[in-house]
């Protein structure tokens, strides 16, 4: 929004420069050019000599000279028919420093940097380099480092360079204190605490380091969560909100997952549709899941599974087998349709043997069962 402001009240200032008046283009002079070639400013220039210069083209010339991201300021003036254009530059970053990394790599952040526009021998600005600091403070949040500071230091260098300067404190990674879950009625906290990879800081913490929070391994312990209650007919089951709080000196963590659990689920029917291209009786041989069972997602994926492999075994490597679950709330049973895409069929078209030095291919082949 600041940058828009200032590119219309240079927008102002560079009209009233010029005056009002439009005039026909003798020449075209720029000025305080080192590093961008004139040719690069006249690409962009939608203005040329013998043309007619008014307001509208001059905000015009403005603006795509601007998009360039070559000048941090543009001046335009008029000296009798020649347009003067006046520029600054924006600097060019003449080195990156990087100091006090040890969780990421300073090739990794030098990668990202690069990826964001920031490098050596790159033309600097400012907003790009404070976003890069936003997004690397990010990254040390999700390992569980709060206390992590990264700051930035631009200095200024001849020519119109500047030296780019990243200073990391890591902290540490924040403890945790204390996991709760609430709202289950069904399983105690102590059973669904024990499916979390994330522990609360114990004497084996220190060689296994299960104490230290991280985005990631709590995402893993949610999903956890929830297939162990889904795998026990709780269909409905959600995991309704997640809070990590922080203590006050960014030391300890404080984890709450309020569940709802909802009813279980037991199974109504299991049916089988789609292009089966094998005996109904052998696939109904490979279900896991059977009428009056408590629902079990696991079931129906490796039952799933079974009937893939099947189907693989008759050349359709590429079949797609889902279970579909219909819930019945008044109930609380389920329905179960494998449904069975098998694709089309697919043929062996040539065997290559690689590395045999002492036997022909000839004599392999004759050993292979699949031709």
Sequence with gaps: MKRLLLTAVLTVLMIAEVHAESFTISDIRVNGLQRVSAGSVFGALPLNVGEQA????????????????????????????????????????????????KAIS????????????????????????????????????????????????????????????????????????????????????????????????????????????????????LERLRSYYLDRGYINMDIASTQVSITP?????????????????????????????VPEDQVKSLLLVQKGQVFSRKLMTTTSELITRRLGNEGYTFANVNGVPQPHDDDHTVDITFAVDPGKRAYVNRINFRGNTKSEDEVLRREMRQM
């Design 54 to 101: 008014d307001d509208r083209r001059l905000v015009e010339s403005t603006r795509a000279l601007f998009k360039t991201g070559f000048f941090q300021d543009i001046q335009l003036g008029r000296e009798g028919n020649v347009l003067v254009i006046t520029v600054v530059e924006r600097p060019s970053v003449a080195s990156i420093e990087i100091d006090g990394n």
């Design 106 to 221: 300073t090739e990794d952040l030098m990668k990202g940097l690069k990826q964001s526009g920031l490098a050596e021998g790159e033309i600097f600005q400012r907003a790009t380099l404070e976003g890069v600091r936003n997004e690397l403070q990010r990254q040390y949040v999700a390992q569980g480092r709060y206390s992590a500071t990264v700051d930035t230091e631009v200095v200024a260098q001849p020519r119109n360079r500047v030296a780019l300067k990243v200073n990391i404190n890591e902290g540490t990674v924040a403890a945790i204190q204390h996991i709760n879950v609430v709202g289950n009625t069904v399983f105690p906290d102590e059973d669904l605490i024990d499916l979390f990879e994330l522990k609360t800081t114990n004497w084996l913490s220190f060689f296994k380091n299960d104490d230290k929070y991280a985005r990631e391994k709590l995402s893993g312990d």
């Design 249 to 277: 000196d960014k030391k300890h963590v404080y984890i709450t997952v309020n569940v709802n659990e909802g009813e279980k689920y037991t199974v109504r029917d299991v049916k089988l549709s789609g292009d089966l291209k």
